[in-house]
């Protein structure tokens, strides 16, 4: 696992041993970062990181310069891993939280440019996610929020279902938000 650009390129990041998460690989994030580098401008996105395990993710965006990151997990050991990287890589933006996610969201705060969730696969409620960020408005108008899951969830039928692309057994799936057409657009 390393940082694939920004300004800490190619630094490797070692978890603690026994950390029972399911980092995003460095081929699939490259690919998602090369996706995010033609919709946003990292210097200017607030992004908040769901299940952010060993905060690879997190860290990319920091690396980014990313305007400001928050990273949710549960994990205590997680939380303080991701604590002290952007501690020692000196990420001031990012700030590492630790709670449940499904607690987290369910009270509206709003504010995001960029969502980014990767929960584990074999989470029960993980397809309830989605909801939680578009029903509490955590995602800014034009912002853009990715959900990383395996091939059993389909999310094509979703309101705010954007694309979904594929990078062997890991599944992105991009969401909008739908706005409401103005009563101006409609009429001709």
């Known amino acids: 696992m390393r940082i694939i650009s920004g300004n800490h390129r190619g630094k490797i990041l ?25 919709r946003v401008d990292f ?76 929960p584990p696969y074999d989470l029960a409620e993980r397809e309830r996610v989605p909801d939680l960020i578009f029903t509490n408005n955590w995602l800014n108008d034009e912002g853009w929020f990715v959900f990383e899951h395996d091939k059993y969830l389909n999310f094509k039928e979703h309101p705010c279902f954007f694309e979904e692309r594929c990078y062997g057994k890991i599944h992105f799936t991009f969401f909008q938000k739908t706005l409401p057409i103005n009563e ?5």
């Open 43 to 118: 210097e200017e996105v607030k992004v908040l990181d769901l299940f952010a395990g060993t905060g690879n993710i997190s860290l990319e965006f920091a690396a980014r310069d990313a305007s400001s990151v928050m990273s949710v997990d549960l994990n205590k050991a997680c939380i303080d891993f991701i604590s002290k990287m952007a501690a020692d890589l000196s990420f001031k933006q990012l700030t590492a939280i630790q709670a449940n996610v499904f607690t987290f969201l369910s009270r509206p705060m709003g504010g995001f440019d960029v969502i980014f969730a990767d």
């Open 184 to 188: 101006e657009q409609t009429q001709v």
């Open 14 to 38: 070692k978890p603690p041993m026994g950390l029972l998460v399911r980092p995003t690989t460095d081929m699939a994030k490259e690919s998602l970062f090369n996706i995010l580098n033609n």
